[in-house]
């Protein structure tokens, strides 16, 4: 009953994942209501949620244009279960500026495969990857997602080697004119971000620990099936669905090599999972295990979200 729901991409479907990421928004702020006595707050409220819902329009975007999943409303979906699993994250202004960015440039990236404007593309991924570094340091990993963008499909040409770099100095120029513009020590800001912590031992309550356990357990799940049933997709999509793959893992490193360490930092695998998830999801299979696989999920990311309240 629930797949039948969201077989279809209708306005319908849509207008009931945006209404539910609305309603797990706000059910998360209201727990503080002292943002409500400023208007600016107001307006980084209004901001945080634009970029939370335009995130989830380009993660469906980037899935539906290049072919890695059906006219479904799955993908928005499992993208709103994903981020139940982690609700602090609806109030990290730098993680959700990131890993919009990042999107971006991973748009960018699985749309080479047209081979059509690739020097512009790995131009304009690298340049978001840095823009998204500024906001989490780290970020600056996924800048070999591009050097692996440009080994499928266009190394023969040593110019596409040498864009990701003058996207860096572009990018950095930026970054010090506004340095010097704010007063900000740059340095110092630098310097505070590179720091890394592979400990993970941040935990404040249970259930945090639980939301991750479960959240890796099932996204073990996903992954493992992609790389069972990669052989027997479409070729066409095979570089498509490794980007996908490399996404996530690099998502990963990102939460592993981070200091401030927290769940939230996970946000980075959210898009890319829930490609995985849709894809595994639209497989040809028994319709009662594509039951079992979303209820379970939609219940899992419920009790994650109400107990980390």
Not at 67 to 81: A, E, N, W
Not at 91 to 99: E, G, I, Q, V, W
């Amino acid at each position: 009953m629930i797949t039948s729901v969201f077989k279809k991409s209708t306005p319908l479907n849509f207008s009931l994942v945006v209404f539910l990421i609305l309603v797990f928004f706000f059910i998360f702020q209201i727990r503080d209501l002292a943002w409500t006595n400023s208007l600016i707050l107001i307006f980084e409220k209004v901001g945080l949620l634009s970029i939370l819902l335009a995130s989830a329009f380009i993660t469906n975007f980037i899935s539906k244009k290049n072919g890695l999943s059906k006219d479904s409303s799955y993908i928005i979906l499992f993208y709103l279960l994903f981020l139940l699993f982690f609700p602090t994250v609806l109030d990290n202004t730098n993680l959700l500026l990131a890993n919009f960015f990042l999107l971006l440039a991973f748009r960018r990236l699985i749309s080479l495969q047209s081979l059509k404007a690739s020097k512009e593309k790995i131009f304009d991924a690298s340049l978001w990857i840095f823009v998204a570094s500024l906001f989490h340091f780290w970020s600056i990993i996924y800048i070999v997602l591009v050097f692996i963008s440009i080994i499928f499909h266009v190394a023969r040409d040593y110019r596409n080697w040498i864009l990701p770099f003058i996207a860096l100095i572009a990018v950095g120029t930026i970054f010090a004119f506004i340095t010097i513009i704010f007063d900000i020590n740059g340095i110092e800001y630098i310097s505070r971000s590179v720091k890394t912590n592979f400990e993970i031992n941040y935990f404040t309550n249970n259930y945090q620990n639980g939301a991750l356990s479960i959240y890796a357990t099932v996204a073990l799940f996903f992954v493992i099936s992609m790389f069972s049933t990669l052989s027997n997709r479409p070729l066409v999509l095979h570089t498509s669905y490794k980007k996908v793959i490399a996404s996530f893992f690099i998502g990963v490193l990102i939460f592993l090599v981070s200091s401030n360490k927290s769940n939230d930092l996970l946000v980075f695998t959210i898009a890319p999972l829930a490609m995985l998830a849709t894809s595994h999801i639209e497989m040809p299979q028994v319709k009662l295990k594509q039951e079992m696989v979303l209820a379970v999920l939609i219940l899992c990311s419920l009790f994650a979200f109400f107990s980390q309240l």
